[in-house]
């Protein structure tokens, strides 16, 4: 089986999870938009590989061979043809672990991995006195990308195609061998989207490091531009750069992103090297007096010098709809007052009408001529389809002017020639036809199209879902003057995979769609650094949205599993998201939000008490102490720790009032928002806790419930809060008198951060030598869901030996995946010569955990698959969702009931197996079994689980049924009663 040999051959750089397969399916254009339309295209990966090695591409490719399944490459998606996304699933191979970057300054060259990106090659060039000659607007896109595109971009008016920079290529044939492209060679490579083989290694051309200068031009019409351009190409100024923004782009950034460009106006940007500044000055202010553009001169950086910064900035607006293409100057006034038939006045953008361009210059007279228009549809509004048809004019007038698209991907089969032949400078030279060499290295070595197919060449077998979107074009265009009635007469309104996805994700659906695929997010993402994955980076946590709805057009229901929304929203919302993102949308506080729904569904469990205080430092506790030592219910889940503070206390001579594991200051129900029960227990606490002066926490959660929350809660509920909140890590280094030298990698927990900078100092001061590590362990909040946790935990270990941590909950985890790991407290205990207690013996064997899932799993299926004649008698009535939905529920209510009963008898049996033990380590048992339980239940993907179950009704049923909302309803109700499962499983178990 193909999923054993890969999860044999790359272990957790492999996987099948829904969220990192929802996460590949999208890139910066309407590929899922397309789907939602009905056209049978699966763009939802069937697996994910992230190779390290060049290696683990030959490796992969040959396990693919072998089994005859497609590989689709994947950078950034940051395309707008469908190059990254699949056609028919298979295997998506994700580069962002091969992102390696060797500069040689004296050779000019830079050796990088497919999955570095433009921007860190440039910084990793510029620190040994180099950059980047030429690279895609896409600054934060992949090189392993760019070449396989092979567009113009920045630096293209000096340095032509991307191509034209490129040294050599290594890349992994589709025969699974490892080739070495030079010279002429390079054609098999460059433009070809990843469909003549994987790119594993190449050669990028540099040039000097140069501060670089600006100048504008900014003219009243278009007219007067053209002029400039001309101007411009006779008068041979030797600039790097050269850019037109058109009169609504310019107001547009100027207004919202104070981007140095006259509003109102069209601009012409020229940007050279500062050495060059005697040769091209001059020229330029003749150009101005030739041509009468006002000049001015200024810094010209940021975001939205880029042309994908255009689109950055001008969707934040509207529903932008782009085409871009390759056009020759002289051409450029035809093919504008071509779009102008079509698309209404020039320089104008809104949502009734309009278009404006932004064209990029290239020394030899091709212009990368990028045409906006703008939709007042929402991207899921049924309609949309037929908005769309303007992307299709605007290629088409591009083709009839003589140009060529910028890319081919899944959308213009008819035009790969045309565009290929638009070729670089090198091929050119070197007399190569490239759509030619490409076409025969494709044939000789991937007879069966499994190297991204459907894009670049028409599929003969693999992809033919591809065709239909050809199909749909034609008619756009055979029926082009028709487009606005077709829309009138089509009923509008939210596409239903979008409606079925928000039960799941709730207002996170609707920023999904804001999201504009610039992966500017990912390379400023310290999680994403840490595990680069794509769910764990905010794209990949919007495009899955857009995954999540097209796997339920594709299969018409989907199951968002409670594990994939904790693995995608369980980070640490630090919110250098929220400052580089040009959608301006909030994801730190979004995924808090996300949080709080999986929080939602947690069942409360009952507090319980444990004994932490044995003779040996019974001194410590004092109920009459006015400073107060919190626990809490969460110290269940480190009771050494718990233990060792006890005792550092006691050789200190403090003496506390110990709030124990008993304490509940409602930090689930604050993450969760729900209010009432916050109130309850906030209320609770402070009359508790209303003659103490001071509360150290334990706990990283419960010093943010106190210090923040409860002072604002105790003033809406009219009690008075008077105590002083102190970590207890910063009070014990107040006190203790502990020096060192030894290097300690400090993990600052989610929480921790207000006063980690203090606790460092203080370490910093007594001589050791701190190493801040950021990254969520996902221990309290992700409760056991998905991978995020595990993998966060692994991944530190294998940066540091030891890790040193200011969170009881991330100290357990470390250690239970085999880091050695202990809390700051501990750490301190250590130097005190105080020795550490050792934690009861909780561990379940494996053979009790997966016996538990297979009661669980095989005890759903049975129960569940036992309704089918019940569900058969009663589908006549299936006409409406909701309605159906209440006549089925006792039915799958009783299910879950024997469900419930089965489960619980497993867990009794392994607890009274444990008789003789400890109280504490029975009672840890107990919460273990729960804990395994409500993580499977929150994992399954019920959707399978539903389709058997309407299969086994079909077979039953004696009239013909609406099977679709059969399904649905079926799989609804599943989902909801594993909400109810976990509520009795959790408060169905004796914790007294």
Known sequence: MIVEELRDRFGDNFSTELSERFSHSSDMGFVPHIVWAGVKINNIPDYVVYPKTADDVIDLVRIARKYKVPLTPYGRGTNRYGNAIPTEGGIVVDFSKMDFVEVNAGDKLATVGPGATWKVVDMHSQQKGMQLRTFPSSYDSTVGGGIAGDALGIGSYE?????????????????????????????????????????????????????????????DSFDEVIKAI??????????????????????????????????????????YPSTRAAL?????????????????????????????????????????????????????????????????????LEEDGGFDVDVALERRETLLVNAFTMSYLRPYDKKLIYELAKNTLMMEEMIAVGGSMLAVGM?????????????????????????????QYKQQNDPDELMNPGKVFEPKERGRGVMDIARKQRDALSFRFAIGLAKALTSG??????????????????????????????????????????????????DFVKGAISSYHIKGAVDVPLSAIAEI?????????????????????????????????????????????????????????????????????????????????????????????????????????????????????????????????????????????????????????????????????????IKGEEEVPL???????????????????????????????????EANLGRRADMMARTIGEKYKRV????????????????????????????????????????????????????????????????????????????????????????????????????????????????????ASMLLTRKALVDVVLSSLSSINSEPLARELVEKVKEKATDSFDEQVVLRTLLSLITDKYNDLRVKIASSMNYS
Not at 195 to 213: H, Y
């Open 493 to 542: 309104g939210e596409v239903s995979g979008y409606q079925a996805v928000k039960r799941y994700m709730d207002v996170f659906v609707d920023y999904g769609m804001e999201c504009i695929d610039c992966a500017m997010c990912i390379t400023v993402c310290p999680q994403y650094r840490l595990i680069p994955q794509y769910p764990y980076a905010p794209k990949g946590m919007f």
């Open 159 to 219: 340095y032509g195609f991307v191509s034209d920079n490129v040294a050599f290529v290594e890349m992994v044939s589709p025969r699974g061998e490892l080739v070495r492209l030079q010279g002429g060679d390079l054609a098999v490579a460059c433009g070809a989207e990843g469909t003549t083989g994987i790119i594993v290694k190449a050669g990028i051309r540099l040039r000097p490091f140069s501060a670089t200068e600006a100048v504008t031009l900014s003219y």
């Open 747 to 781: 993990h600052v927990a989610c929480f921790s951060q207000e006063y980690a900078d203090e606790i460092l100092r203080k370490l910093r001061e007594r001589g050791f030598k701190v190493r801040k590590v950021e990254g969520c362990s996902g221990a309290q909040l």
């Open 280 to 348: 091209v000055e001059p020229k330029l202010k003749r150009l101005s007096l030739d041509t009468g553009g006002k000049l001015t001169t200024g810094e010209w950086t940021g975001w939205w010098s880029f042309n994908h910064g255009v689109i950055a900035a001008m969707r934040t607006k509207g529903l932008l709809i782009h085409q871009h293409g390759l056009v020759e100057y002289t051409k450029l006034k035809e093919l504008i007052e071509r779009l102008g038939r079509h698309l209404g006045e020039l320089g104008r």
């Open 804 to 919: 040193v941590t200011l969170c009881p909950f991330a100290a357990a985890k470390f250690r239970k995946v085999g880091i050695e790991a202990v809390t700051l407290t501990e750490f301190i205990a250590s130097k005190l010569g105080i020795s550490m207690e050792k934690r009861p013996e909780v561990a379940l064997t494996p053979q009790v955990r997966d016996g538990l899932r297979d009661v669980l799993i095989n005890s759903l299926r049975n129960n569940v698959l036992a309704v089918d004649q019940l569900v058969a008698d009663t589908v006549a009535f299936a006409t409406d969702e909701e309605e159906y939905k209440k006549m089925i529920d006792p039915v799958l209510a009783q299910a879950v009931d024997k469900v419930a009963e089965d489960v619980l008898k497993y867990m009794e049996k392994v607890v009274e197996s444990t008789k003789g033990s400890s109280d």
């Open 411 to 439: 959308f213009v089969h008819q035009y790969a020639k045309n565009r290929l032949n638009v070729t670089s400078k090198t091929f050119t030279q070197l007399g190569v036809d490239r759509y030619e060499a490409m076409r």
């Open 569 to 737: 929203s369980g980070c640490h919302k630090c919110g250098l998201c929220d400052g580089v993102c040009p959608a301006k949308i909030p994801i730190s506080t979004l995924l808090v939000k996300l949080n709080n729904l999986v929080a939602k569904k947690i069942p409360e469990e009952k507090p319980v008490s444990l004994k932490l205080v044995d003779e040996s430092v019974q001194e410590v506790v004092d109920p009459s102490s006015d400073i107060a030592l919190w626990v809490g219910k969460s110290g269940i889940e480190n009771l050494e720790n718990a233990l060792v503070t006890l005792k550092v206390l006691k050789t200190l001579g403090i003496k506390v009032r110990l709030i124990g594991t008993e304490g509940d200051s409602g930090f689930l129900d604050y993450i969760s928002g729900n209010g009432s029960s916050l109130q309850r227990k906030v209320r609770k606490n402070v009359e508790s806790l209303s003659s103490v002066n001071e509360i150290l926490t334990v706990a990283p959660e419960d010093y943010k419930l106190f210090s923040e929350v409860y002072m604002d809660y105790s003033k809406v509920l009219g009690t008075e809060f008077r105590a002083v909140v102190t970590p207890l890590d910063s009070r014990l280094l107040e006190i203790v008198d």
């Open 230 to 271: 001309g101007e411009f190409y006779k008068q041979l100024i030797p600039a790097w750069h050269v850019q037109v923004r058109g009169k609504a782009i310019s107001t547009y950034m100027a207004e919202k992103y104070k981007a140095p460009v006259e509003p109102n106006k069209w601009n012409l940007v020229i940007l």
